[in-house]
T-cell receptor, first 111, second 116 residues
Framework: QQPVQSPQAVILREGEDAVINCSSS?????VHWYRQKHGEAPVFLMI?????EQKGHEKISASFNEKKQQSSLYLTASQLSYSGTYFC????????????FGQGTTLQVKP | GAGVSQSPSNKVTEKGKDVELRCDPI?????LYWYRQSLGQGLEFLIY????????KSGLPSDRFSAERTGGSVSTLTIQRTQQEDSAVYLC??????????????FGEGSRLTVL
């Protein structure tokens, strides 16, 4: 089952913050976050494993709450380069590397 | 090459024709994925190969779609009797062993398929 992302789209000014949420109806093993710029391939941002950890990458961080089967991506003091579509992806709890992505959240950062 | 290589980068075909899309993963990567991305849409999972295990074909939309991976390396996605709704960018990705823990999929630039 596909992860559900919200919001579908966000428009920000440079320097503003944003949160993108991702949820699943099934038990999760790990959560991935990717960013895809227009016309380019998706690029890996980070993975979070069971244990409720948080991770950071530049001014982008994420959390994973496996009890709620949710993950959130936090973009702080956004830059123009953050524009793109963000996808969360889940591995299920079975022993598989199959990765299912959400429908994506389009982020546009304006000067 | 250093990255995942896909060919052709662009393919225009007529409805009803068969097409083959090729993916060369990064050397040493045991896992290989195919995704489909329609215009402005998300990443739709198609199929997943892991080493010598049987592939997970659960995302293939119909029996017109098939994929194989020869020698644990190159993969070919075949679409038979193409339809206009098959028009999309087909993305291939590969990952090293332990993807469930390390996470990173490396994507190719995609093959853009247009069915007239």
């Amino acid at each position: 089952q596909q992860p559900v992302q919200s919001p579908q789209a966000v428009i920000l000014r440079e320097g503003e913050d944003a949160v993108i949420n991702c949820s699943s109806s099934k038990a999760l093993y790990s959560v991935h976050w990717y960013r895809q710029k227009h016309g380019e391939a998706p690029v890996f941002l980070m993975i979070l494993l069971k244990g409720g950890e948080q991770k950071g990458h530049e001014k982008i961080s994420a959390s994973f709450n496996e009890k709620k089967q949710q993950s959130s991506l936090y973009l702080t003091a956004s830059q123009l380069s953050y524009s793109g579509t963000y996808f969360c992806g889940f591995h299920g709890s079975g022993n598989t590397g199959k990765l299912i992505f959400g429908q994506g959240t389009t982020l546009q950062v304006k000067p | 090459g250093a990255g995942v290589s896909q060919s052709p980068s662009n393919k225009v075909t007529e409805k009803g024709k068969d097409v083959e899309l090729r993916c060369d993963p990064i050397s040493g990567h045991t896992a290989l994925y195919w995704y489909r991305q329609s215009l402005g849409q998300g990443l739709e999972f198609l199929i997943y190969f892991q080493g010598n295990s049987a592939p997970d074909k659960s995302g293939l939309p119909s029996d017109r779609f098939s994929a194989e991976r020869t020698g644990g390396s190159v993969s070919t996605l075949t679409i038979q009797r193409t339809q206009q709704e098959d028009s999309a960018v087909y993305l291939c990705a590969s990952s090293p062993p332990g993807v469930r823990s390390t996470g990173e999929l490396f994507f190719g630039e995609g093959s853009r398929l247009t069915v007239l």
